[in-house]
């Protein structure tokens, strides 16, 4: 073997262990977000989220226009059945982290609601609000449903169980006096609800997201529909006795053919995870969330992802924010020492 040819492998060798020893040196850990149906909006924001903040061992480095996420993370969005699935997965141990509506968040917190009977789940916390997430009643366009009130006698889609939207649809029935029995109610994801609606085979259904929702949006190319509206003293009495709903418009235009604004509420969608998670990890999370990076990933990404916004991270949480969430808050200047 020439000299030459031993200087290379020398080298080589060199460069291998140096790679090696910094492997090592970065511990690798894994990070589960739990989301939704593939056809709402947790999903696909999961994946922006999942990416942005996820840095394995041996990445370039974020100033060298690598990644900028938590040394070591290694984040997945897994598809779920939704809110109430994930904080019961997270109460359980078999997931990290997920997304929830607020207000699914909070009868979890405090065992009240759909929670009622069971334990309070007080290991929950909260990493961010990241968005409105808007109440569609999506109706065949010739079902003659203009109201809530209209559904009376209809086949609706209120969501799967396990769902949020499913929560929130039995709150809004019943603010106007209507129960399932009123209805021919079936418990389906929006994708399933959807292709019944495109077959002639479902009157209505439920879904509570951010918009555009691709389940809607794709059913909107291939058959009339329309949004019916949340309006009157029912939804006022639902916002007064309900802190975390508010008023929302979905704008005309955002599904086909669905030409004029349409008034109805809205829930937070919020990022949730188990106490138990290590405060450093869940910090370095938060942070890489919030960094420039992520801000260019969340913009181009989603319309929804344009709305996750620092400065309305902290909107609308009834649930603790993480020690290690609230650490880079209060570094941001968003928590006043003392009080959270």
């Excluded at 909260?126 to 086949?155: F, Q």
């Excluded at 439920?206 to 529909?225: D, K, M, N, Q, W």
Aim: proline content about 4%; hydrophobic content about 40%; glycine content about 12%.
């Amino acid at each position: 073997m020439t000299m030459m040819r031993i200087t290379k492998l020398a080298a080589a060798t060199v460069v291998a262990c140096a790679a090696a020893f910094t492997l090592g040196a970065q511990e690798m850990s894994f990070f589960r977000i739990a989301t939704g149906g593939t056809a709402g909006t947790y999903f696909p924001i999961g994946g922006l989220i999942a990416n942005a903040i996820s840095n394995p061992p041996g990445s370039r480095p974020c100033e060298e226009g690598g990644s900028c996420g938590a040394p070591g993370l290694v984040a997945t969005a897994l598809a779920s059945n939704g809110s109430v699935a994930n904080i019961n997965g997270i109460a359980g141990g078999s997931l990290e982290s997920g997304f929830s509506q607020s207000d699914v968040a909070y009868r979890a917190y405090t065992g009240t609601g759909v929670f009622e009977g069971q334990a309070k789940v007080e290991g929950l916390r909260t990493i961010a609000n990241l968005y409105p997430e808007s109440i569609h009643i999506v109706a065949r366009a010739d079902s003659g449903i203009d109201s809530v009130a209209d559904l009376k006698g209809k086949k609706v889609s209120l969501d799967e169980p396990g769902s949020g939207t499913l929560v929130d649809a039995r709150l809004i029935l019943a603010a106007y006096g209507i129960t399932e029995t009123d209805i021919e109610p079936e418990y389906l994801k929006p994708n399933q609800a959807a292709d019944l609606m495109r077959d002639g085979n479902m009157d209505a259904f439920f879904f509570v997201g951010g918009f555009p929702a691709g389940a809607i949006a794709e059913l909107a190319t291939s058959r009339s529909i329309k949004l019916v509206p949340i309006t009157g003293a029912e939804a006022d009495a639902v916002t007064g006795e309900y802190g975390f709903f508010s008023k929302n418009t979905v704008p005309g235009g955002t599904y086909e053919g669905v030409t004029d604004d349409v008034q109805t509420l809205a829930v937070g969608a919020q990022w949730v995870v188990g106490a138990s998670q290590p405060d450093d990890l869940v910090y370095e999370i938060t942070k890489a969330l919030w960094n420039e990076n992520s801000r260019r990933l969340l913009d181009s990404g989603h319309v929804k992802g344009k709305e996750i916004r620092l400065e309305t991270a902290l909107e609308g949480i009834g649930v603790p924010l993480h020690p290690g969430a609230e650490r880079y808050y209060r570094e941001a200047g968003l928590v006043i020492s003392g009080a959270q």
